[in-house]
């Protein structure tokens, strides 16, 4: 196994990373004992892609689950042959890292409905031997929690000591503790929200407009069809991380600097390269940010999935647990059970800014639910969860080790 | 001739309207006598769709030109016929109101590369007998305001009294003292940039890649083939209206409010409605914010272009004059012209914000240009300018009246 060494942005050497890893699944749910979710349907099988890491003692107690985003995977940490390839959460997990594999078993799953070995709507249903497109059933957080429940259960795990997430892994760790009270000792949501704001809606809905008008989406037909959204696809993503990063983390790695064009001269900073004569030329990438975004969008219609991409984000939209009729009751629980909840924002993230992390830490308080909230500064935007910064490492370590 | 009355935000009357109004089309320039682009293309014919409302003085200097956004037109003020439906910029244009019908001869031109009567990339390209598609030039700020300042010429004025625009509008009135120091008396520069920042870009290119990838935009030729980029387009709407109104104007108008669903008796304020079965009901609009988005792309698809909405955004993207080489001589001379600035942001635009219009008075002081800059006061956002607020109609007015 080789083993990777990443440092932090104060230049800490954050300790060498976990090794090669593999991803499994396992079918959790069947045609014939099928996952029942909230609107009632019924779905079978239900397959799932996991990975973990560390060992489960033999108390079985020592599990740390982490929730993945809307565009994650069961991959989390290690690496899968190429040592410089590492896992989106590697700078969290490892050995000696703030969840530390030495100590802990590591479980993360791709989630229900996503397109990276957990089943969801791109996937042949067996009773047709077609796609499920549209078919697929509508579902909640609520949902992608009983599959997260199901799949630690598979594993052995009698409790978990913490579940972490951020963003939409966020919301299932509160869905979590709230559905299953006492199941999670310690919940660690991350710029996550328990009520996106009308703004972060209308985002998502000129996200999925796209998708859903391209002609090739095919009325959610397209899988097998050789012809995807990508239109749609490469424009919601574009979309989604401009609203992933802060304008000042833009304007620090992009500002306005145009690309060299090849084969000439001239300076692009200054002046910029020669005007196009038409619209032929016109709307390919000049500037760095353009660029940036286009590598974005092309290597996300590898990745991901558009029929993935309208359920896990319309998921997000209704998620409102303080809302619900019974949010009372449920918050009782979580305070009688003893779970203990680090929430933590950051200064510069406009998608779930500091203001849903308060909303957040509010609800459970006025339950009488210990929180601990911080705001850290990073001018990263949202995506600051997934970053090696020292102040967030250790906020998290600190908040698990105690 | 039917006037009607409209108040500000405080109840207060801003008098009658204008009434019936026309807009009318000028061929300013010709195959024989073109434009001359600054990129050296040449374009002919050119013509311009455009209104004016008041009487021309003898000495022909009572001249206010209107400089619209992006997706503007000719039709500023008064109305087509129905008094209910009136031009876009009406609450500051009329007799009385901050641009006085009754003592300023008034003009509004559509722009080049638009699709509202002046020549655009949709366009048939006479040469050829088809559309011109991504033939069309390439064209800058400088060639709208070359189109803005022959249309006075034709129109008789000697001498631009007021210039006023607010987003790509107020970019117009800052190149137009540039360009022809002198030939303006007053620049009015609401919320616009002189330098977009790579949020801005960004933005702008993830709302053309679903254009410019839309299969039915069909490489730019798709007029006359009855079908347009509607998936494109219509997301691309929905995104730039989110970034024309700021996040509290949102949250004000629509929070998370649900349209009630027809035929249930269900308080859709609470829970919600029921749970759909499957994706073929859970992507049509629930929020309330959602239905106003859609009806926003859908009147825009009947009214707007996609090669137009390409065009006139990349022409932003560039609009950089505080950068270009000349930009020092250019600005001395807007100097010793006296030409007088009011360059307007509001508290809440998030698209061309505060610091946008502080950079362009930077700009224009550092030069030793008088320049009044206000920051009002609005919850709005970027629309903020087109809207009946009486603190920035008041601004206007004294600005103009002084």
Known sequence: MTHGTITDESGRDLGPGLGEVATHTTVLFSAQDPLVLDNGARLGPVQVAYETYGTLNAAGDNAVVLCHALTGDAHAAGHHGDPERRGWWDVLVGPGRAVDTDRSFVVCAN??????????????????????????????????????????????????????????????????????????????????????????????????????RDPDFQGGRYPGTGRIPRAGLSAARMLGHVTYVSEEALERKFDRRRRPVAGTTSDPSAGGPPAPRDGHDWFAPVFEVEHYLHHQAVSFLERFDALSYLYLTRVMDAFAPFEAPDADERLAGVRDAGTRFLVESFTSDWRFGPAHSDHIAAGLSAAGIPVERRDTVSPWGHDSFLLPLGEHLDLVAGFLAR
């Open 111 to 212: 989630l229900l409905g996503g397109c990276r070995g957990t089943t969801g709507p791109s996937d042949v249903d067996p009773a047709t031997g077609e796609a499920y497109g549209l078919d697929f059933p509508a579902f909640t957080v609520a949902d992608l929690v009983r599959v997260q429940r199901a799949l630690v259960r598979r594993l052995g795990v009698r409790r978990v000591a913490a579940a972490i997430g951020g963003s939409l892994g966020g919301m299932q760790v509160l869905e979590w503790t709230l559905q299953a009270p006492g199941e999670v000792d310690r919940a660690v949501v991350l710029c996550a929200s328990a009520r996106l704001s009308a703004q972060n809606i209308a985002l998502s809905t000129a996200a999925r407009e796209g998708i859903l």
